[in-house]
């Protein structure tokens, strides 16, 4: 079974120095964890050093931050080899960025607005606004190929991950380029909503024969909210994607409390399909910083995923894998607790409340 964590550096230390994460690793290990999603593409930058963002964003790495005068890539994957562990690097912003970045900044004929001719739109009820760039532009086209491939190209990594913010919000599109190139594209019975899934299947599509090209073994894994919101939402249509090979390996974004509507998401019917096709793990919440899950409410879910015969799970994030709360004051996991969840000695869905 695939055991994963998602590591990143909001609300977490464990990638800010060589130590966190030589310990950080260790620790995962010992609960038998075996793959890591380190971020690697956050706010406009990245977290390693990069010739291809410089060379748009001026930064070979996050400005002001613990991973500069580093390269945070290649450490993981030092460290996670005699560990086993499979190291698949998550661009995690996808095509989103921070409107104050120097990519939204510099070249804003390559981001997209809505009808209004807004560019920022807020993303899952946070407080500072995003924008993002457009994937019918040939230039983010090739950027965001180019810093991907770059990746495969240069480390040793199992394979890369693009979660849902590789989407086309389906309040965006209405900028002059779009409009254009959609007048231009359009037949009698083209959808203006299919057309833009259309362009991020394309996308989709060129990175992994870029990648493809360089290692067949490559894994393309994709970290999609549930298919009716990622479509309705987001434009993404991951049933699609994998009915045409374009991924390797999805990785369910379930974020619910509650058992039974989490039961309910690994039932449908698309989930179900495509469990008999790739590898399929659920994601599941450990926690925010300001939002606490209870430990006996992941044991639940682990229970079930294992009950119900998926390839795995993945947890966000690793901080609150450990810690139950950040803040205001850190309250720990008890340890024997988690070794009772994660470790191959996994708990049945009957026995499972017990956990508290």
């Known amino acids: ?21 030589a310990e950080g690793l260790q620790r995962l290990a010992a609960l038998g964890f075996n793959t890591i999603y380190p971020a690697v593409w956050q706010r406009g930058y990245t977290l ?18 613990p991973f500069e005068g580093r390269d945070l ?71 965001i190929a180019d810093l991907i491939v770059d990746v495969v190209d240069r480390y ?4 890369i991950q693009l979660d849902d ?5 389906v309040e965006l599109g209405y900028d002059r380029f779009t409009q254009q190139l959609f ?19 394309a996308l989709l599509t060129d990175i992994v024969s870029s990648l493809k090209s360089i290692r067949r073994d490559c ?61 399929t793990l659920i ?9 606490p899950i209870a430990t006996e409410t992941i044991a639940q879910q682990v229970a079930m995923i294992g009950a119900k015969g998926f390839g795995g799970y993945a947890c966000f994030f690793y901080e609150t894998l450990f810690d139950r709360q950040l803040s205001p004051i850190l309250v720990s996991r008890n340890q024997q607790q988690l070794i009772e969840i994660f470790r191959d000695r996994q708990l049945t869905i009957d026995n499972c409340d017990s956990i508290g």
């Open 1 to 21: 079974m695939l055991k994963a964590v998602w590591l990143t550096n909001v609300d977490s230390q464990v990638m800010n120095a060589h130590a966190n994460l």
């Open 48 to 65: 390693y050093p990069s010739a291809v963002a410089q060379e748009l964003t001026g930064a070979s790495v996050l400005p002001n931050s």
């Open 73 to 143: 890539l290649a450490e993981i994957i030092e460290l996670a080899e005699p560990l086993a562990m499979r190291v698949i690097p998550w661009f995690e912003y996808g095509l989103m960025v921070p409107p104050q970045s120097a990519l939204a900044r510099q070249y804003p004929d390559l981001l997209s607005c809505d009808k209004s001719g807004n560019l920022q739109r807020n993303v899952n009820g946070k407080p500072d606004p995003q924008v993002w760039l457009n994937p019918c532009h040939d230039r983010v086209q090739r950027f």
């Open 156 to 159: 040793p990594v199992t394979g």
């Open 165 to 169: 913010h590789f989407a086309f919000p």
């Open 183 to 201: 007048q231009q594209d359009r037949c009698a019975d083209v959808n203006w909503n299919d057309w833009r899934a259309g362009q991020l299947t």
């Open 219 to 279: 894994i393309v894994s994709i970290s999609p909210n549930p298919l009716s919101f990622s479509k309705s939402r987001y434009l993404v249509d991951w049933q699609q994607w994998a009915e045409l090979g374009l991924i390797d390996e999805l990785v369910l974004q379930v974020y619910r409390d509650r058992l039974d509507i989490f039961s309910h998401e690994l039932t449908k019917p698309e989930v179900r399909a495509i469990q008999t096709k790739i590898p």
């Open 283 to 291: 994601g599941i919440l450990t926690g925010l910083k300001t939002r």
